[in-house]
C-alpha cells in the first residue's frame, strides 16, 4: 500500500489513487513513520498531498492521520468528500499547518469549527466545488493569520459570499481571488470584512453591475483590480475616486466586457486619458453601432448631435432657451473710456468705432464644491451643452483641458493643490468665443501638511472660548478656596497675622496689622500660636497684662486641686512647709519686678491689649481692639 505514496523532494508526500479498499489517512501514516522520516530525517514537517483518493463514507474525520509529524501543507485534489467534520483538524499535528488547498470535491458546506485549531494557516484555497451554504464570519479562527483567500468556482450564491468575505470579523486578507464565480451584483457589503486587500480578482464571474462604493471598505490598501471577461456595460461613475484620492499605484483591467460607449461613460474615457497608468489596456466598446469595436480613445461618447450629457444626467422639464440664444441673442453693450495714450496711435479712431459688448453671464454658473484634488462645477440645467474649460495661468499649456457637451455640474478632477484656476464656459458652436464674464478664477485647497491648523475666521471664536474658559476655572478655583477655608481654618495658619486657639475645635483669630505669630506655645497642656514679640507699627499700643490677684493663704486641710473635689489629709506643720511658702513668695515678687510697666495710650489710635486668662479646662487668648 505503502507504492500509492510517494517523496517528490523532501518534505513533499504525494498519495494518490487510494480507493475504498484501504483508507488513505493509515496508508499516509505508515508511509510518514517508516519511509519519510528515515529519508527525509533532517525535516521538521510534512508537505501532504492526496490526489484521486477515496476516504471512508467521503469523510474526513476526526483522528483522521494518526502520525506525529507536523504538517505544514495538506491537499485534497479530486479526494470527493462530501463531508469535513469539525474536527478533524484539532489534532496538535496542524497546529503549524499554514495550506489547506481543496479542489474538485463535493462539499456542500463549510462551518467555521473546521478552522478551530489551525490557528498558523495563511492560505485557504478551495477550486470547483459549488458551496450551498458557509457559516456567518467563517474565518475568524484564523482571521489574523489568513492572507491569501482562493474561492474560484465555488460562488453561485450572493449571500454565501457575503457570510465569507463580508461578516463583522476584520480579515487580514491581502490577496483575494474570486474568479469563475456566478456573482451578478458586486456591491460594498460583500467586502466589509477585508478591508486590507491589495490583490482583486474578478475576472469570469459573470459579473454585471458594481455599486459606486463597492471598493471603498479596500480603498486605502487596493493596488490591482482584475475585472476582465465579465458582462459588465458601464461602471458608475466616480467608481474609482475613494482610491484615486489617495494617489497611489493602482491599476485595473477591464478587458472583453460588452461596454456600452454612450455618453454615461465619458467620465471613464477622460479617466483613461488623465490616468493612462491606471488602465492598462484600453478597453474595445461593443455598442452602439457607431461606436461598435473602437477602442475608448477614439470612441465618440457624447455626438454633438445628441442631446446627452457628459453625466448620466436625466432631461430638465424646465424650458431653458438653447445656449446659442443666450450667447448671442441679449449681448451687453458697453462704453469704455479711452486712455490718452491710446488716443495717440495711428489706428485710434478704429478702437473708438464701436463699443465694446458681449453675450451676459449664464445663470448660475459657480464653484458648488472644493475638495483636495477636485472641484465640482454648478452649471444651469440647459438643453444644449456647452464647453467647459480650465487651465492654471501659470502653466496653461500643461494644465489646459476642456469637456464639451457639458450641462448641469461637472466635477474636475485630478487638480493641483493650492492652485488658482481659470474656469470658463464656451459656446458648443463656436468654441473660439469665451465670454469674459462666464469665466471663474477659483483656489484649489492646499495639502494637509501646508493647510493652516487655525485660520482668521476662527481665531476670534477661539480666543473667546479661550477667555470664557479662564475666567471660569478661575472662578471655580476661588470658590472651592473658600470652601476649603471656610471648612477648615486651621489652613491659614501659614499667615502670621493668624493665632489659632485651641477649645475643644481649633479656632482661627485673625490679628490687627503689625501684630504676627511666629512661634509655637504652649500653655497648659493646650497648644496656640501666639507671638513671642509684639512690634508697633505706629498705632497699636499693647497694654499691660491684667494683675493677678493674689492668693489667699488657706489654712485648712483642703486640697488645692479643687474646691469642689476635695479630700483631707493630716499632717504636722513643719519647716519645710513654711521654708516652701518663703520660697513661692519671692518668686512672684520677682516676677512682678520683671514685668514693663504699662506705656501711655496713643493720643488719637485705640490701644491693643493681649490679656492671657487660665482656666481649670482649658487656655485662652483673646485679642482686643
Same mark, same amino acid.
Given at each position: 500500500m505503502t507504492s500509492n505514496c510517494q517523496i517528490k523532494e523532501c518534505p513533499t508526500i504525494s498519495c494518490s489513487s487510494i480507493l475504498s479498499d484501504a483508507d488513505p489517512g493509515e496508508v499516509a501514516t505508515v508511509f510518514i513513520e517508516t519511509t519519510f522520516k528515515m529519508t527525509c530525517s533532517r525535516s521538521e514537517s510534512v508537505k501532504l498531498s492526496f490526489v484521486g483518493c477515496k476516504f471512508p463514507s467521503n469523510t474526513l474525520r476526526s483522528n483522521w492521520l494518526s502520525t506525529n509529524a507536523s504538517i505544514e501543507e495538506l491537499t485534497l485534489d479530486r479526494c470527493s468528500l462530501s463531508e469535513i467534520e469539525d474536527e478533524a483538524f484539532d489534532r496538535p499535528i496542524f497546529k503549524e499547518t499554514k495550506k489547506i488547498i481543496l479542489v474538485g470535491n463535493q462539499l456542500s458546506s463549510l462551518r467555521k469549527a473546521m478552522f478551530r485549531k489551525v490557528n498558523a494557516l495563511e492560505e485557504f484555497t478551495m477550486r470547483k466545488n459549488i458551496i450551498k451554504y458557509a457559516e456567518l464570519n467563517l474565518l475568524e479562527h484564523v482571521a489574523s493569520t489568513l492572507t491569501i483567500l482562493e474561492l474560484s468556482e465555488v460562488i453561485d450564491d450572493y449571500q454565501i459570499l457575503r457570510n465569507i468575505t463580508g461578516g463583522t470579523t476584520p480579515l487580514k486578507i491581502q490577496i483575494l481571488s474570486l474568479r469563475?464565480?456566478?456573482?451578478?451584483?458586486?456591491?460594498?457589503?460583500?467586502?466589509?470584512?477585508? /478591508?486590507?486587500?491589495?490583490?482583486?480578482?474578478?475576472?469570469?464571474?459573470?459579473?454585471?453591475?458594481?455599486?459606486?462604493?463597492? &471598493?471603498?471598505?479596500?480603498?486605502? @490598501?487596493? &493596488?490591482?483590480?482584475?475585472?476582465?471577461?465579465?458582462?459588465?456595460?458601464?461602471?458608475?461613475?466616480?467608481?474609482?475616486?475613494?482610491?484615486?484620492?489617495?494617489?497611489?499605484?493602482?491599476?485595473?483591467?477591464?478587458?472583453?466586457?460588452?461596454?456600452?460607449?454612450?455618453?454615461?461613460?465619458?467620465?471613464?474615457?477622460?479617466?483613461?486619458?488623465?490616468?493612462?497608468?491606471?488602465?492598462?489596456?484600453?478597453?474595445?466598446?461593443?455598442?452602439?453601432?457607431?461606436? @461598435?469595436?473602437?477602442?475608448?480613445?477614439?470612441?465618440?461618447?457624447?455626438?454633438?448631435?445628441?442631446?446627452? /450629457?457628459?453625466?448620466?444626467?436625466?432631461?430638465?422639464?424646465?424650458?431653458?432657451?438653447? /445656449?446659442?440664444? &443666450?450667447?448671442?441673442?441679449?449681448?451687453?453693450?458697453?462704453?469704455?473710456?479711452?486712455?490718452?495714450?491710446?488716443?495717440?496711435?495711428?489706428?485710434?479712431?478704429?478702437?473708438?468705432?464701436?463699443?465694446?459688448?458681449?453675450?451676459?453671464?449664464?445663470?448660475?454658473?459657480?464653484?458648488?464644491?472644493?475638495?483636495?484634488?477636485? &472641484?465640482? %462645477?454648478?452649471?444651469?440645467?440647459?438643453?444644449?451643452?456647452?464647453?467647459?474649460?480650465?487651465?492654471?495661468?501659470?502653466?496653461?499649456?500643461?494644465?489646459?483641458?476642456?469637456?464639451?457637451?457639458?450641462?448641469?455640474?461637472?466635477?474636475?478632477?485630478?487638480?493641483?493643490?493650492?492652485?488658482?484656476?481659470? %474656469?470658463?464656459?464656451?459656446?458648443?458652436?463656436?468654441?473660439?468665443?469665451?465670454?469674459?464674464?462666464?469665466?471663474?478664477?477659483?483656489?484649489?485647497?492646499? /495639502?494637509?501638511?501646508? @493647510?493652516?491648523?487655525?485660520?482668521?475666521?476662527?481665531?476670534?471664536?477661539?480666543?473667546?472660548?479661550?477667555?470664557?474658559?479662564?475666567?471660569?476655572?478661575?472662578?471655580?478655583?476661588?470658590?472651592?478656596?473658600?470652601?476649603?477655608?471656610?471648612?477648615?481654618?486651621?489652613?491659614?495658619?501659614?499667615?502670621?497675622?493668624?493665632?489659632?486657639?485651641?477649645?475643644?475645635?481649633?479656632?482661627?483669630?485673625?490679628?490687627?496689622?503689625?501684630?504676627?505669630?511666629?512661634?509655637?506655645?504652649?500653655?497648659n497642656g493646650n497648644v496656640a500660636y501666639v507671638s513671642n514679640k509684639m512690634y508697633e507699627d505706629g498705632y497699636i499700643t499693647p497694654l499691660p497684662p491684667r494683675p493677678i490677684p493674689p492668693r489667699r493663704e488657706r489654712v485648712s486641710r483642703v486640697s488645692l486641686q479643687s474646691d469642689w473635689n476635695s479630700y483631707v489629709s493630716d499632717f504636722e506643720h513643719s519647716e519645710l512647709l513654711d521654708s516652701w511658702k518663703t520660697t513661692r513668695l519671692n518668686s512672684q515678687t520677682e516676677r512682678q519686678k520683671c514685668d514693663a510697666p504699662a506705656l501711655p495710650p496713643h493720643p488719637f489710635i485705640p490701644s491693643v491689649s493681649m490679656t492671657v486668662a487660665s482656666t481649670d479646662d482649658n487656655s485662652v487668648y483673646r485679642a482686643t481692639v
Open positions: 469563475g464565480n456566478a456573482i451578478t451584483m458586486i456591491n460594498r457589503e460583500l467586502f466589509e470584512g477585508v /478591508t486590507e486587500v491589495e490583490s482583486l480578482y474578478l475576472d469570469n464571474s459573470k459579473v454585471e453591475y458594481l455599486s459606486q462604493d463597492a &471598493l471603498q471598505p479596500m480603498a486605502t @490598501s487596493i &493596488l490591482q483590480l482584475i475585472i476582465n471577461n465579465n458582462n459588465i456595460r458601464s461602471f458608475p461613475e466616480g467608481l474609482f475616486d475613494s482610491v484615486l484620492y489617495l494617489q497611489k499605484p493602482f491599476h485595473v483591467t477591464i478587458q472583453n466586457n460588452p461596454w456600452n460607449c454612450e455618453c454615461s461613460m465619458q467620465w471613464m474615457r477622460n479617466l483613461i486619458l488623465t490616468y493612462p497608468q491606471v488602465v492598462t489596456s484600453v478597453p474595445v466598446c461593443s455598442t452602439p453601432k457607431e461606436n @461598435s469595436g473602437k477602442s475608448f480613445n477614439v470612441a465618440t461618447f457624447c455626438p454633438t448631435d445628441t442631446t446627452s /450629457t457628459a453625466h448620466d444626467c436625466d432631461q430638465s422639464t424646465v424650458e431653458v432657451p438653447e /445656449t446659442s440664444e &443666450l450667447l448671442e441673442s441679449e449681448a451687453i453693450e458697453l462704453n469704455c473710456s479711452v486712455p490718452k495714450t491710446i488716443l495717440q496711435m495711428s489706428d485710434s479712431r478704429r478702437v473708438l468705432s464701436k463699443d465694446v459688448h458681449f453675450p451676459p453671464r449664464l445663470h448660475d454658473f459657480y464653484v458648488l464644491k472644493t475638495e483636495d484634488q477636485s &472641484l465640482l %462645477i454648478n452649471l444651469p440645467d440647459l438643453e444644449e451643452g456647452v464647453v467647459l474649460l480650465w487651465f492654471d495661468s501659470d502653466d496653461v499649456d500643461r494644465s489646459l483641458n476642456c469637456a464639451k457637451n457639458v450641462k448641469h455640474s461637472y466635477l474636475l478632477q485630478g487638480i493641483d493643490p493650492q492652485t488658482t484656476y481659470t %474656469i470658463c464656459l464656451l459656446n458648443d458652436n463656436d468654441t473660439s468665443f469665451v465670454s469674459p464674464l462666464n469665466c471663474l478664477a477659483v483656489t484649489t485647497n492646499p /495639502t494637509y501638511e501646508a @493647510s493652516t491648523w487655525l485660520t482668521n475666521a476662527d481665531k476670534s471664536a477661539v480666543f473667546l472660548s479661550l477667555t470664557v474658559s479662564l475666567l471660569l476655572m478661575l472662578a471655580i478655583g476661588a470658590f472651592i478656596a473658600f470652601v476649603l477655608i471656610w471648612r477648615n481654618p486651621s489652613l491659614l495658619r501659614g499667615s502670621k497675622r493668624v493665632m489659632l486657639v485651641k477649645r475643644r475645635n481649633v479656632d482661627a483669630i485673625v490679628l490687627p496689622k503689625g501684630v504676627n505669630v511666629d512661634e509655637e506655645k504652649r500653655v
